[in-house]
């Protein structure tokens, strides 16, 4: 229980920094840190309580292996997820590179032209 | 004004994934189609890293996708940065003969370290996107270190994209001859527990470590020469 809860909250922090903070830099971290709140969710979903890795390298796990090592799937799911999400941040990191280039600050209130 | 409004946005928010979440069971079993997964993943592939044995072969064209998806980012962030007049405004000093010499030590070692991971990828936790990314994180430590350090980069992206295509043509081998696209059964399966076993998955996990190194090291390349020194 204790992970679902920590990963909401990782959301969440993520999430407010993605609304309040006015640091380029920093929404983007906020941008991350959903991205990991996610991750934990997704993989604790595949924890059953008691288990081993899903990594089958000794003798005895050959047989029932389903009785003895935890879901996989989430954990391929998130192998995925970890990637895209390093992808994510590379590019908005390059576009605040090219936003600094422009107008020499980080403030997200100085790009009055992205306002709507 | 507008915290206040965000705030109370995540307490909605909060409350509601709670309330979602609440009703998931933690910790206790429930297979979906991960059972056969685990119970025949062994008997199908004899890979003994049973992620992997999903990344790559039950869900290998998912893992496809996701090598394009990182491609296009790199494409996407080439393009941003080609049109970035970027500038440096401090001064960049040498770095300390401790660190140039550390980073020149642990370069090659790292890069040892990356391959074993993907090429263990199918024996051990781990596989061809974390090698890479250790790979990554060497260039990226000589670049740091040193300023004259400059990958070559017609190079890098030669070798990604070579890489790239021996993930299809595997794909499209297993198409031919196995029948089905990325069909793990073109060559034999081997032995459990084995560093020569599990059929086309270390192939395919090789040639994914490759790629993804190349790709994030081209990726921190471009970022980092991109700024003009004033």
């Keep these: 229980m204790a992970f679902f809860v920590a990963s ?28 990991t709140g996610v991750n934990v969710l997704i993989i604790s979903l595949g924890f059953i309580r008691g288990r081993t890795a ?7 796990l050959l047989v029932n292996t ?46 009055k032209e992205l306002k709507w | 004004m507008r915290k206040w409004l965000a705030l109370a946005f995540l307490i909605l928010l909060g409350f509601f994934l709670a309330k979602i979440t609440s009703a998931f069971p933690f910790g206790v ?37 996701e090598v394009t998806v990182l491609f296009l980012a790199a494409t996407a962030l080439a393009f941003l940065l080609a049109t970035c007049r970027c500038r440096r405004r401090y001064e960049r000093w040498e770095a300390s003969l401790i660190v140039k010499a550390a980073s020149e030590t642990l370069y090659p070692l ?27 994180s060497a260039v990226m430590l000589m670049l740091l270190a040193h300023f004259t350090f400059h990958p070559n980069h017609k190079a890098l992206s030669t070798l990604e994209g070579l890489a790239g295509m021996s993930f299809v043509l595997i794909g499209f081998a297993g198409l031919i001859w196995g029948g089905s696209f990325l069909a793990n059964n073109i060559i034999p399966l081997g032995q459990w527990n084995r560093l020569f076993s599990a059929g086309v998955i270390p192939l395919i996990y090789v040639a994914v ?5 190349f790709e994030l090291s081209g990726l921190i390349t471009d970022m980092m020469k991109t700024i003009k020194e004033e």
């Design chain 1, 66 to 111: 389903s009785s003895k090592v935890v879901d996989p799937l989430p954990q391929a799911l998130v192998l995925t997820a970890i990637v895209i999400g390093v992808a994510v941040t590379a590019v908005a990191l390059s576009i605040v590179m090219l936003m600094y280039s422009k107008k020499n600050t980080l403030e997200i209130d100085e790009y």
């Design chain 1, 8 to 35: 909401i909250l990782l959301i969440l922090i993520g999430l407010y920094a993605v609304l309040v903070k006015r640091n380029i830099m920093k929404i983007v971290i906020g941008l991350s840190l959903m991205d």
């Design chain 2, 209 to 213: 470590g490759f790629k993804v190194g």
């Design chain 2, 110 to 136: 790292l890069i040892l370290f990356g391959a074993y991971i993907f090429i263990h990828g199918h024996l051990t936790p781990g596989g061809g996107f974390q090698g890479g990314t250790v790979i990554a």
């Design chain 2, 29 to 65: 079993e429930s297979w979906g189609v991960s059972k056969h997964y685990v119970d025949k993943g062994i008997e199908e592939n004899r890979g003994s890293n049973l992620v992997t044995s999903i990344v790559v072969n039950y869900r290998g064209f998912d893992t496809l996708g």
């Design chain 1, 54 to 60: 899903p990594i089958v390298n000794v003798k005895d």
